[in-house]
């Protein structure tokens, strides 16, 4: 997979810009610290099972947001694709990420803890933690959402 160098640094700059933004007026204010004892971790209200926390921003509206997501072990999740560029950061457990249109274990490229990965607009992929509870953090510039390739697999709101 290629590395959209462009796409990563503009990522990085809009998260720089956001947290330094009126810097001039009160700088404190603009300082965002999370340790791990204050991070709440909620069940993911889109996908059942899944475990999320916010650490910055609001990743279903407009400007950069970082949040963790907790799978279980066990999970495998269908070809989808977000529409932000996104990247990802694994912080316990091995994450399997593929591309394409079909889930295919052949293509699963194990990223042990301290991998990281960007994820490009539009492009399909397939996840799965069959070892272990695996924890990544997530950040993008949203509002973001995932499509499915096929329907059939779109997670269900209950």
């Known amino acids: ?12 700059s809009a998260i720089l810009i956001a947290a330094g933004a009126g810097q001039a007026e009160d700088s404190a204010s603009n300082i965002i610290t999370v340790t791990p ?6 069940p993911n209200p889109r996908v059942e099972g899944l475990g999320a926390a916010q650490i910055m921003g609001n990743s279903k509206k407009p400007g ?4 963790r997501v907790r799978f279980p072990k066990g999970r495998i999740v269908q070809a989808h694709s977000h529409p932000d560029d996104r990247t990802y950061t694994v912080l316990s457990g091995t994450w399997y990420v593929g591309w394409g ?3 295919d274990e052949s293509k ?6 301290g991998s990281f990965y960007t994820e490009p ?9 069959p070892d272990e509870e695996t924890v990544v953090q997530v950040s993008g510039i949203g509002p973001t959402s995932a499509t499915f390739v096929n329907p059939e697999h ?3 709101k209950k």
């Open 64 to 67: 950069p947001y970082v949040h």
């Open 101 to 103: 249109d079909v889930y």
């Open 1 to 12: 997979m290629k590395c959209h160098v462009s796409t990563l640094f503009a990522l990085s």
């Open 121 to 129: 607009a539009g492009v399909p992929h397939f996840i799965s933690t």
């Open 154 to 156: 779109a997670h269900k």
């Open 108 to 113: 699963l490229t194990a990223l042990p803890p």
């Open 37 to 42: 004892d204050q991070i709440e971790w909620v």
